[in-house]
């Protein structure tokens, strides 16, 4: 009996062990104007209904090229975007995490010949620096393809728009990463959603990043 008694307190310790050990998820959701903090809120309340210990960083730079990111190698809101993330790990005491994914919401800003013709190398570059950064095998990432407003009003600027898209679509399949299209979203401009449909937007892309992953 003793030594049963002895077994289960082990046993038990270990278990208690381990678990204080246990490695947290980490998300990052990045962007410019659209990966609003409501994007992001959408994102994390799906997250956290799956695991209630998942840590979302969020941080989005408005209206900036992915060149401000990345090119011909890191930029200033890269560099940003990296210490919002140590900063928050250091604020949140996690001694164990690991980056298991990554939500992005930009484009808008490259829906120009040049930039968009370059939109592809720069992000590789980009996603290349992260996972060198925090030295993964891969990053799960779930790319919001970029839509102008439907409204007839806006139609003379779908033309660029699309050279982004496509960009984005060969993106995703070069790289194997989710591509959620937004052109369903109500905007209430050229570009950019109504509130309540950031949050539906950033809920239906964790909801199938869950279904992919």
């Known amino acids: 009996m003793k030594q049963l008694f002895l077994f289960i307190l082990i046993s038990l310790l270990i278990m208690s062990c381990n678990f204080s050990h246990n490695t947290t998820e980490v998300y990052l959701c990045f962007g410019q104007s659209n ?3 409501m994007w992001a809120d959408g994102i994390r309340e799906v997250l956290t209904e799956y695991d209630p210990s998942i840590v979302v960083i969020h941080q989005k730079h408005p209206g900036d090229s992915i060149t401000q990111w990345y090119n011909d190698g890191i930029q200033n809101n890269l560099i940003e975007d ?3 993330v140590e900063s928050s790990i250091e604020e949140q005491n996690l001694e164990k995490y ?3 994914g990554l939500f992005w919401f930009q484009g808008e800003a490259d829906d120009k ?3 968009a013709a370059q939109y592809n190398e720069r992000f590789i570059g980009l996603y290349t620096y992260l996972k060198n950064y925090f030295d993964l095998d891969e990053l799960p ?3 919001a393809q970029v839509q102008i407003n ?3 009003e806006y139609a003379a600027s779908q033309a660029n728009m699309d ?3 496509a960009e984005q679509a060969k993106l995703a399949q070069e790289l194997g990463l989710i591509l959620h299209d937004t052109t369903d979203y109500n ?3 050229l570009y950019h959603l109504w509130a309540s449909h950031f949050t539906l937007c950033g809920k239906d892309m964790a909801e199938k990043f869950l279904n992919n992953y």
């Open 98 to 100: 690991r980056i298991a």
């Open 82 to 84: 990296i210490a919002k």
């Open 187 to 189: 905007r209430r401009d």
């Open 150 to 152: 439907q409204a007839e």
């Open 141 to 143: 990432t779930e790319i």
């Open 113 to 115: 010949p040049d930039l």
């Open 163 to 165: 050279l982004i898209r």
């Open 35 to 37: 990966a609003h903090e």
